[in-house]
């Protein structure tokens, strides 16, 4: 979709220093749990393009992006101030790091990955598949939805930034037929989540990977 203006929905806090924002889905979007997509702002005389992914199971009618808001930043601290109606320029989605009706899907999250991987955790329990949530964060996020996959037998492991990696990621993984690995999160992240995936017999490289940078 090309460049389209939107209008908030809402915006809620989800963490420290994070918030859901939900927009309005134009009527020609589409998109799938793990895409992502690019949101235009105005600050002053100047524009400057984001990309976020995906955060909600599903895009008809509203769509979620998970932001992490650095006070320093040009434009978080905008992200930040938002209210519902306000405008927001959007295209896409890209990205082919995404859920297709898997039989299971297993994700590790890493920071601001959270937001893919319970949009896609949520979307395959919805479809009557199987999920798994690696989340590593100092301060989580989303941790009422990753509560609600709990209850609805969601294997959920969060993690502290030291240590623990390499044994959830091996309690999630089972290799089966059908079971595909999705890796978000920034490059040192990436990093440790396929050196864990590689430890516990799967592999690295069919895993569909997102690097946040």
Known sequence: MDPTETRV??????GPDAVALTLESP??????PGQFVKLVFEVGTETHPRFYTISSPRVDGTFETTIEIDPEGDVSPLLGALEPGDPVTVAGPFGNSYYEADARSVILAGGPGVGPAVGIAERATEDGNDAAVVYRDDEPMHTDRLDGLREQ???VRVLGEEGGLA????EAITNAEGEQVFVYG???FLDSATDAL????????????????
């Open 186 to 188: 920034f490059a040192d």
């Open 167 to 170: 044994d959830a990621v091996s």
């Open 9 to 14: 929905e809402s915006v809620r806090d989800v």
């Open 27 to 32: 009527p020609e979007f589409d998109a799938r």
């Open 153 to 155: 037998g969601v294997f």
């Open 198 to 213: 590689e430890a516990a017999g799967g592999a690295p490289d069919e895993a569909k990977l997102e690097n946040f940078g």
